[in-house]
């Protein structure tokens, strides 16, 4: 077990330093940022003095491991557009943005998770149907476009919650409602496959065959299993949540790390947008390694399979 | 895949009943997408206006049946462009981007995927480590930084969503490839001397493109609401062209005023990856089961 935490840590600290990696060389690849940012008609003397003041003057190489140092060091310079360090703004707005997402995570999962299940127990019937295409109209329908009709709604018409910004419990009604429904919409869809592909396991029929009854093998034998399959897709929607935090924060003008995002990729404050993208990196990995060892603990036959694989 | 196969739970003439409503359903969905193509080949035909001309004399004039008048049929927006005109036009520049999104992605992955299949040893591994790297970042969040620093154009834009879901072909095209190598149809082939370049694009390609077709429908519905939610955001195509998109973001601002102008560019998007998912989900149960 402690050789498996090792390797899946080890892994999570190589993709941190390609997450690194790749945003000093997409930074680097963009051009000149002395150019991009100081206005063209600059003196010339204006523009060297801020490559001196931003240690772009130096080697690339040398760029790169002071870059190195700073970002280890939790040094992700400052923002452009009001000169406090990033990591301040950025760190500033996680809890604002957790607050959505939090109960949106756990809204995915009360609503998808039982809703496939039930759909693969009754597969066929009306409810499976009814539960499948309103999962397919769930996912298939943009977050932005679900979160204005709602606005339109229940903000417009029926004037019962506030359209946008952050106060009470009421402002977080409509954003959750609309981040929740998507994903749950995606895990309804796989746990229902997940769970029929378990149903038609010979163990299941092997279990009902020497007079278990039906409900103790659904639970005693279907879900642990299908629980190890949905579990991989929890890390995939994080990822969606993280996405759909970005839309449906602009539109309910929630001043969260999405919002924070839109207004410094429109203001190119790079450092802001960087400092966001190794929040996110990070937060990806911490749920993936989470994942990683649940199922250890879930599955003892992945512990060695998977430490002794690359 | 499964033992319990439906037609056993259910009595027969139901189940015909639920295959009839799909089978309209699936109908439709295919009405809708050639509806779509046809108003994107002929967009500016159907516009009965230049999509970026302003006529101030109608500015947010409403649509026909809430009290406007003919002249702009969908309504007009603050502006007094014609809605009718931008939407037919959103439709032509949405498409495109996503069909060239899709091709850039499609191409690469499957590339990508043969290269692994074919080298193995460290060559797969530098792939798959790649296909870990971009299933374990939301693409939305890597697109948007790249947007921030590269700054915007038309072109790096649909090769920026292009690249998103190349991952799913890659593995797909790996894992098919690696077992159609292990095939007497693939190693009689090589046998007789054919080089890996047509072993690969005549003989494993042709056996395994109906999977990539699929894959392709699969992944077709996120690269519109890719590309929609980042016009959206007013950080995918830029005024003055417009996509479904930019439609709604800039609707949004006339929500309570002028709704005409994103409902209906909204009702396209939903409609069209609804179509697509359904059109998907059908072609994969009719070509392919093992793909979910």
Known sequence: MARFIAVRLARALLTIGVVVTFAFVVLRASGDPARALLSPETPAEAVEAFRKAWGLDAPLWVQYARYLFAVVHGDLGQSMRDGRPAITVVAERIPVTLMLTAPALILNLLIGIPAGIYAALKRGSIADRLVMMVAVVGFTVPSFVLGLVFVLAFAVELPWFPSGGAGGWQHLVLPVITLGLGGAAVLARFSRSAMLEILGQPYIRAASAKGVPWPRVVTGHALPNAAIAVLTIVGFMVGNLIAGTVLVESVFSWPGIGSLLVVSVASRDLAVVQCIMLVVAAAMITTNVTIDLLYGMLDPRLRELRSGRR | ?292
């Open chain 2, 1 to 292: 895949m499964s033992s319990i196969s439906a037609e056993k739970i259910l009595p027969s003439s139901r189940m015909r009943r639920l295959w009839w409503w799909r089978d309209r359903a699936i109908g439709i969905a295919v009405a809708w997408l050639g509806l779509m193509l046809l108003v994107a080949i002929f967009a500016d035909r159907l516009a009965p206006y230049d999509y970026a001309a302003l006529d101030l004399h109608h500015r947010l004039a409403a649509p026909l049946g809430l009290g406007g008048a003919i002249a702009h049929p969908f309504g007009s927006d603050e502006l007094g462009r014609d809605v009718l005109s931008r939407l037919a036009i959103s439709i032509r520049i949405s498409l495109l981007i996503a069909f060239g999104a899709t091709l850039i992605g499609a191409v690469l992955g499957i590339m990508l995927g043969i290269l692994a299949a074919h080298f193995r040893g460290w060559v797969e591994q530098v792939v798959l480590g790649c296909v870990d790297f971009q299933a374990s970042m939301p693409f939305l969040v890597l697109a948007l930084a790249v947007l921030a620093f590269f700054g915007n154009s038309l072109l790096l834009f649909v090769g920026l969503i292009g690249l998103h879901g190349w991952e799913r072909y890659a593995r797909v095209t790996r894992a098919l490839a690696m077992s159609a190598n292990e095939q007497a149809y693939v190693i009689a082939v090589r046998q007789l001397g054919a080089r890996p370049w047509r072993v690969y694009l005549r003989h494993i390609m042709p056996n395994i493109a109906s999977t990539l077709i699929v894959t392709m429908t699969l992944a077709f519905p996120d690269i519109i609401l890719l590309e929609s939610g980042l016009s959206f955001l007013g950080l995918g195509v830029q005024p003055p062209l417009t996509s479904l998109g930019n439609m709604v973001g800039y609707g949004r601002d006339y929500l309570t005023r002028a709704p005409w102008i994103l409902v209906l560019p909204s009702l396209v998007i939903s409609l069209t990856t609804l179509s697509i998912s359904l059109v998907g989900d059908w072609l994969r149960d009719r070509i392919d089961k093992t793909l979910s």
